[in-house]
């Protein structure tokens, strides 16, 4: 096959085996990851069938992992390094040394022949796996979710030097060899810095203020792609200027909308890099080598955990949220995928020892995933979250999923926004998103019957869904998806009398007809314009609604409120 041919029928089979593992992954009720990696062993050159490129998801995997460190970055602040303190930070760094000791030791015993650059190579946590445990659990805005990506972000600028001295032969290594790209690295960092501080703000509020919503992705991808080129040029990675150039914008306003345009992409790329990561695994060779994988696996798995959970409870975290950073940090993932595979092509490991760490890596990566609903119980005893509600431009996560920003979802949120209530909000038409975005309300474009783009709003932090959309079969779409999706309380628009109940058994709590309501505002103003007392006035009205099924009072809100939180509506 020419090529491009064989490009597109590796792209194409990896990505209906991706769809396949993913979803039969979620059927279990286990992380797509896990299902990523099976599809992977499924189509690589160890097991029978179909075998993809590796060259070719190889680069795919590259620009999904530039992606995802860009979108990573986003969401964090170089601030939040300077506020883990001395302690926090030489903690990380003797955390880093132990494991590395431990490991070493461990691949000592089973024989291996190069012990140590094996171990360097399994001393960083994996941001991909810890980031998706993260989201899971809805703590990325809590101090656990904070604590763990600060450190894995110094544990990426460790990889630098772990790069170095792992793809250098031993005789050749220098202190000076790997000091250098460790300033190349910091130097880079505070340009960065500076450029974010005076340039980039204005760049990024112009973008956003005038590019239009299609050409807002393509924007922030050259953003994330040039500073990932220029990281590469430096010396460094791709993945490392990416995530640096993410962190940079994130102090600009506006960066939840720009996590929000580039994360549908960052999906579909982390996929097939997982993907690509199962395709290097040979089941054969592991399963030879079984009692090693296990057994060095779950020496990984119980002391990196106990190791990461003890340093963030020594840092005066509660003990939820020290078990919660314990097992984010626990898994070995994408840096230590590079890390073999730049080692063993240095030839300072060879085959049979890349597959252990391989498996060591696999191994790590399905416990903590498995682990992750089990872990979920941890979360009310870590501590509440430190930054205020507010409405979605600033730093807190939001609360409610505006579907429809129409007059009556522009007029909810502007309810929300005055009461400091931070929300999400998806328009499928231009204009009014570009009307929106004119009066400073961060709206997603996107179509709310796309489970892609309602998944860009509805979020584990989501508390309440609201359905505005005039389109009774879209509103009734959606409310079946975000029910089979979360457990928020969704509330969603009728056009007529009729769609109530179907509304409510697809899963809606609360189904209205804002016409019915706004007759019964009229009516209310008649009576009163006339003298009818209030409370009679208020009477009449309880008893039309309780004859019009399009028409409902607020008790059934407050009482599906109360269910679903615990706590009385306010």
Do not use: C
């Amino acid at each position: 096959m020419a090529p491009q041919t064989d490009f597109l029928a590796d792209l194409t089979v990896a990505l209906l085996a991706a769809a396949i593992g993913g979803l039969l992954a979620g059927r279990l009720r286990l992380n797509p990851i896990l299902g990523y990696l099976a599809a992977g062993i499924l189509i690589g050159p160890f097991t029978p069938g179909y075998v993809a490129r590796a060259e070719t998801l190889s680069t795919l995997a590259t620009l999904g992992l530039i992606f995802l460190l860009f979108s990573l970055g986003l969401g964090f602040s170089f601030h939040e390094i300077r506020t883990l303190g001395p302690r926090a930070l030489l903690g990380n760094g003797v955390v880093m040394v132990l494991l590395t000791a431990v490991a070493a030791l461990g691949a000592r015993l089973a024989g291996a022949v190069h012990p140590l650059t094996m171990a360097l190579t399994t001393t960083v946590s994996s941001t991909a796996v810890g980031a998706a445990l993260l989201r899971e659990w809805d703590v990325e805005d809590r101090p656990p979710g904070r604590y763990a990506l600060a450190q894995q972000v110094v544990q990426d600028l460790a990889a630098v030097a772990l790069l170095v001295v792992t793809t250098t032969p031993a005789a050749s290594l220098s202190v000076l060899g790997v000091l250098f790209p460790v300033l190349k690295a910091v130097a880079f960092v505070g340009i960065a810095l500076v450029l974010g501080a005076t340039v980039l703000p204005r760049v990024v509020q112009r973008i956003l203020a005038r590019a239009s919503t299609e050409t807002l992705f393509a924007a922030f991808a050259a953003l994330a792609l040039v500073a990932a080129w220029l990281g590469e040029l430096v010396g460094l990675s791709f993945e490392f200027g990416a995530f640096v150039a993410g962190a940079v914008i994130s102090e600009a306003a506006g960066s939840r909308m720009i996590s929000s345009v580039v994360a549908p992409f960052r999906a579909l790329f982390v996929a097939l890099f997982f993907v690509s990561v199962g395709m290097l695994l040979d089941p054969r060779a592991l399963a030879a080598h079984w009692p090693a994988v296990i057994g060095l696996g779950a020496a990984f798995v119980i002391v990196r955990g106990v190791a990461w959970g003890a340093l963030a409870r020594i840092g005066g975290m509660a003990l939820g949220g020290a078990i919660l950073v314990g097992i984010a940090m626990t898994s070995l993932g994408e840096f230590n995928v590079v890390l073999v595979n730049a080692a063993l092509g240095a030839h300072r490991i060879d085959s049979g020892e890349s597959q252990l760490l391989l498996g060591i890596t696999f191994f790590t990566i399905v416990v903590t995933v498995v682990a992750g609903p089990f872990a979920r119980r941890f979360r009310d005893a870590a501590e509440p979250r430190t930054e205020p509600e507010g409405v979605l431009g600033d730093d807190a996560a939001p609360v409610v999923a505006i579907v429809g920003f129409g007059r009556v979802g522009r007029t909810v949120g502007a309810v929300l926004r005055e009461s400091g209530i931070a929300f999400a909000a998806l328009e499928r038409d231009r204009a009014t998103v570009d009307r929106a975005r004119a009066d400073s309300f961060d709206v997603v474009y996107g179509d709310g019957t796309d489970p892609i783009a309602l998944e860009r709003v509805v979020r584990p932090s989501t508390r309440i869904v609201l359905a505005t959309i005039a389109d009774g079969v879209a509103n009734a779409a959606i409310v079946h998806r975000v029910a089979g999706m979360t457990q928020a309380l969704v509330i969603a628009r009728a056009t007529r009398g009729a769609e109530v109940a179907t509304l409510r058994e697809l899963g809606a709590s609360l189904a209205l007809v804002p016409e019915a309501e706004g007759a019964l505002v009229f009516a209310r103003a008649v009576l009163r314009a006339l003298g009818i007392p209030e409370r009679d006035s208020e009477m009449q009205v309880d008893a039309v609604r309780e004859r019009t099924p399009a028409v409902l009072d607020a008790d059934p809100l407050v009482r599906a409120v109360t269910d679903r939180t615990g706590k009385p509506a306010s």
